[in-house]
T-cell receptor, first 117, second 115 residues
Framework: AQKVTQAQTEISVVEKEDVTLDCVYE???????LFWYKQPPSGELVFLIR??????QNEISGRYSWNFQKSTSSFNFTITASQVVDSAVYFC??????????????FGKGTKLSVIP | DTGVSQNPRHKITKRGQNVTFRCDPI?????LYWYRQTLGQGPEFLTY????????KSRLLSDRFSAERPKGSFSTLEIQRTEQGDSAMYLC?????????????FGPGTRLTVL
């Protein structure tokens, strides 16, 4: 069974502060994929990043950066110089081949980020 | 590419009624997933189609739920004899087979309220 834990339920930061969202996962698969999605108040899940289990290189994309560490089963997400538009619920998710054809996603419960102007 | 679209966006129904939702995936995406999201939770997998074949169903998908994807294009999710516990956001996602990867793109969802 797969499990994703996002221990932070809600985080509030003042605009321009940096914020890190934590994600810890459990899986028995050796090949798997990790994702972050953003869900703004409008409700649509927006894909942010995908990493596979063999690629532990950290990644930076603009104000976003991701830290993947297999040793601690963590895939943390940092927003630098946060902006009000970053306010949303952020989900970490895990997928692995199910054996029946799909790569169904297992999501955490999400972290609600509020950026205060 | 236009994104994944879902209709209707909102549905209010009375307990015991049947409802049907539609999902139009990104064109040429051969994989289609349905998820359900309740308040304060992450989405949970319901079922998966590859082209027109329904290959996987979650145990969450009771006998009152049925999904189809005729001709491998759009998909419908029907709930018969709705119950208050069915109230949730129903999300559709599509993806394209690309080696061993699968990035799912989500639609805006259909929010169901059962009175």
């Amino acid at each position: 069974a797969q499990k994703v834990t996002q221990a932070q339920t809600e985080i509030s930061v003042v605009e321009k502060e940096d914020v890190t969202l934590d994600c810890v996962y459990e899986t028995r698969d050796t090949t798997y994929y990790l994702f972050w999605y953003k869900q703004p108040p409008s409700g649509e899940l927006v894909f942010l990043i995908r990493r596979n289990s063999f690629d532990e290189q950290n990644e930076i994309s603009g104000r976003y950066s991701w830290n993947f560490q297999k040793s601690t089963s963590s895939f943390n997400f940092t927003i630098t110089a946060s902006q009000v538009v970053d306010s949303a619920v952020y989900f970490c998710a895990l997928s692995a081949y199910s054996g029946a054809g799909s790569y169904q996603l297992t999501f955490g419960k999400g972290t609600k980020l509020s950026v205060i102007p | 590419d236009t994104g994944v679209s879902q209709n209707p966006r909102h549905k209010i129904t009375k307990r015991g009624q049947n409802v049907t939702f539609r999902c139009d995936p990104i064109s040429e995406h051969n994989r289609l997933y349905w998820y359900r999201q309740t308040l304060g939770q992450g989405p949970e997998f319901l079922t998966y189609f590859q082209n027109e074949a329904q290959l996987e169903k979650s145990r969450l998908l009771s006998d009152r739920f049925s999904a189809e994807r005729p001709k491998g294009s759009f998909s419908t999710l029907e709930i018969q004899r709705t119950e208050q516990g069915d109230s949730a956001m129903y999300l559709c996602a599509s993806s394209m087979t690309s080696g061993s990867t699968d990035t799912q793109y989500f639609g805006p969802g259909t929010r169901l309220t059962v009175l």
